[in-house]
């Protein structure tokens, strides 16, 4: 038997301070409870998400949805009603005014020509902004898909 060998029989040491057993235990009076509160009395069970009276993270936060403030929204028509607003007009100049005057949109819009539909006349058009398959079509025809 060496001394880096010794250790204490099984059961021979103490056990825990028992809470709540008197003076005696060491932990007499509150019971390690601290004084008042919900926490010192008996039958106390702190609620899920209770964060000490603080408003809790889960009534904090938004509950489902995103708005992005920086969304830029447009206005799509699609290529077959450019056409048909085009021939029913008879020019082949399209703006933003004409497109304003036949009601398709209104002043507040911000306008994206779609390439949806087929486009046959030659058209200069000009939008807030255009699909990359508006322009093949448009510009298959020698048009123009001028953005303002």
Same mark, same amino acid.
């Given at each position: 038997m060496k001394l880096h060998n010794l250790k204490p029989s099984t059961g021979s040491l103490g056990r825990e301070k028992r809470i709540g057993r008197g003076e005696g235990s060491g932990h007499g009076g509150t019971s390690t409870r601290g004084?008042?509160? @919900?926490?010192?009395?008996? #039958?106390?069970?702190?609620?899920?998400?209770?964060? &000490? #009276?603080?408003?809790?993270?889960?009534?904090?936060?938004?509950?489902?949805?995103f708005n992005n403030i920086n969304r830029v929204e447009y206005k799509g028509i699609n290529l077959s009603s450019v056409q048909a607003l085009? !021939?029913?007009? #008879? +020019?082949? =100049?399209? $703006?933003?005014? +004409? /497109?304003? !005057? @036949? &009601? /398709?949109?209104?002043?507040?819009?911000? =306008?994206?020509? /779609? #390439?949806? &539909? +087929?486009? $046959?006349?030659? /058209?200069? =058009?000009s939008a807030h902004a255009f699909s990359k398959s508006a322009i093949a079509q448009i510009e298959a025809l020698q048009g123009k898909a001028t953005i303002i």
């Open positions: 004084h008042k509160g @919900a926490q010192s009395r008996s #039958g106390y069970s702190r609620k899920k998400g209770f964060e &000490g #009276g603080q408003m809790p993270l889960q009534r904090r936060l938004p509950k489902f949805g085009a !021939e029913k007009i #008879g +020019t082949d =100049v399209l $703006t933003i005014d +004409t /497109l304003i !005057e @036949a &009601g /398709l949109v209104s002043k507040n819009h911000l =306008v994206k020509i /779609l #390439g949806s &539909g +087929t486009l $046959t006349i030659k /058209l200069d =058009v």
